[in-house]
């Protein structure tokens, strides 16, 4: 990803306040903790990057950014298509977003009913982690071909005009961003039931603000279906907790990423506005 720097004071961009506006936004979310996939972390860069979105938006209204753009099509044609595989992943995170809040709805429905006895729930629980498992698979994938966007070549960077500096910047924490909310989707397995008895103990707080509701839901729903299998004892609301969690979890998520990209989008539009000028 590229780096925050000091842009030059010979372009005539540099005078302009949107200039340290952008750059003030860029720093604060490149300096977020990549490797953390909370969903408190997550949707403040979700939110981040569409304020970033709308400061390119409004630098592109500048005509001495049209201009420049006008004069770099090969690479501003190279951004656009790097806008368009960015847009196709949003799409597969806002699928995986929307089917896993229907899933956890469902499944929180099945259990506050208690509708039938353990093999019953025992089927919709393995139906929500068969689920799960597809939206991984799917999620790695997506993050696959985020690296694949990542790796495309661009010509010297010193020989590039400011504002298309700028726009492969935005493209690049674009896809930080995008694989830390795919990665957090496609949460690893957390430990098992263990590991969540521990995040319960008042010492443990630090450990359990590492881990998302996604991983813990996984744990507490294969806890559960272990116990479902031991015995007719159901105890259901640990799972219910989790279920209650993700769900929050995902509407904010859906909503941020769904926001993101619209504005994504209006990028994309003005780019290609500037280009058919």
């Not at 995986?96 to 009913?113: D, I």
Request: contains cysteine; charged residues 25%; glycine residues 4%.
């Amino acid at each position: 990803m590229a780096g925050h720097h000091t842009r030059s004071n010979s372009l005539p961009l540099r005078p302009h306040p949107l200039i340290p506006e952008f750059d003030e936004q860029l720093c604060r979310l490149t300096s977020e903790a990549v490797s953390s996939s909370t969903s408190t972390l997550l949707g403040r860069r979700l939110r981040g990057l569409q304020d970033l979105h709308d400061c390119i938006d409004r630098l592109l209204l500048l005509p001495l950014n049209q201009e420049a753009i006008s004069q770099d099509q090969k690479c501003v044609d190279q951004i656009l298509d790097g806008s368009l595989r960015l847009l196709g992943v949003c799409n597969i995170a806002k699928d995986a977003l929307l089917q896993t809040k229907e899933s956890t709805q469902q499944l929180q429905s099945v259990l506050r009913r208690k509708r039938g006895g353990a093999t019953d729930l025992s089927s919709e629980v393995k139906k929500f982690l068969n689920s799960r498992k597809v939206m991984k698979k799917t999620s790695h994938k997506a993050i696959a071909n985020l690296k694949c966007i990542s790796c495309k070549g661009y010509k010297d960077q010193a020989e590039t005009l400011e504002i298309v500096k700028m726009l492969r910047e935005v493209e690049a924490v674009t896809i930080c961003v995008f694989e830390s909310l795919l990665s957090s989707i496609s949460a690893p397995k957390s430990g098992g039931w263990s590991l969540i008895s521990n995040m319960m103990q008042p010492k443990r707080v630090e450990e359990k603000s590492q881990l998302n509701e996604f991983a813990m839901v996984d744990a507490a729903l294969e806890y559960f279906l272990n116990k479902l299998k031991k015995s007719d004892n159901l105890h259901a609301g640990s799972a219910q907790n989790q279920l209650t969690k993700l769900e929050l979890c995902v509407e904010d998520l859906e909503e941020c990423t769904e926001s993101l990209f619209r504005r994504m989008l209006k990028t994309r539009v003005s780019l290609l506005n500037i280009l058919n000028h």
